[in-house]
């Protein structure tokens, strides 16, 4: 489990760990969680954990119902989709940009970045693989001069994150790796419209992965007639 640090105020930083292993799957869908446990857990009062707890509530990640207790929400799946098309939309744009801007460095740090993901061991987490995804992603925006789009769609995709990171675990790094490279050889070819359809391609590849998960686990899911 994560330490809190001495720096900076407990609350936020109690929400970032909680948020973070929501995300990641380890407290799953559906699972009770208690404000005495976690504050003894972490070592800390209760009242931290209940501004967390209100914090992920307003996120959609936790629900606290009354004299029933405080319970891990599903992810729901029309806001995957929503966030899904959203970043379709931005990051085809962004990658549309780089193809017309990148200099041979910025392909470089690209190449560096798939290698990087190339040489990651096959028994590494799928927590290690999403973070060198996630820096792919967002060097692409910095490459574009829009790095303050990361953050904007970090915000959005929460409940997208939450099915990533299972469908990290469960289907081949190849494919995806292989998608980064496609889009990666279209930006070295200076050619936005292939950079485009490869980054499109890449981003519905959740829409296959989507309905398997789901069947698999109906559980964890909420609103699974939108993919109907």
Do not use: C, W
């Not at 292993?21 to 446990?37: F, H, Q």
């Not at 801007?101 to 470089?108: C, E, H, T």
């Not at 970090?154 to 939450?162: S, V």
């Amino acid at each position: 489990m994560a330490i809190l640090t001495q720096a900076g105020a407990v609350g936020p930083q109690l929400h970032r760990l909680l948020r973070d292993r929501i995300v990641r799957g380890d407290l799953s869908p559906g699972t009770r969680i208690s404000e005495t446990e976690l504050a003894a857990a972490y070592e800390v009062s209760r009242q931290p954990v209940r501004e967390a707890f209100i914090k992920l509530a307003e996120e959609g990640l936790l629900a606290v119902r009354p004299q029933r207790g405080t319970f891990i929400l599903r992810i729901s799946i029309p806001a995957v989709l929503t966030a899904r098309f959203i970043r379709e939309a931005v990051e085809a744009d962004i990658v549309r940009h780089v193809a017309e801007v990148a200099d041979d460095a910025a392909i470089a740090a690209l190449d560096a970045q798939l290698d990087a993901q190339r040489a990651l061991d096959p028994d590494a987490s799928a927590e290690d693989f999403m973070l060198l995804d996630e820096e792919f992603h967002r060097t692409l925006t910095v490459l574009a001069g829009q790095g303050a789009v990361g953050d904007h769609l970090e915000e959005l995709k929460t409940q997208m994150n939450r099915v990533r990171h299972i469908s990290a675990r469960q289907f081949a790094r190849e494919r995806l790796i292989a998608q980064h490279a496609a889009v990666v050889d279209a930006i070295r070819a200076r050619d936005p419209q292939a950079a485009e359809t490869g980054m499109r391609l890449h981003l519905r590849g959740i829409l296959d992965d989507l309905p398997e998960i789901v069947r698999a686990m109906p559980d964890f899911f909420e609103g699974a007639e939108a993919l109907d």
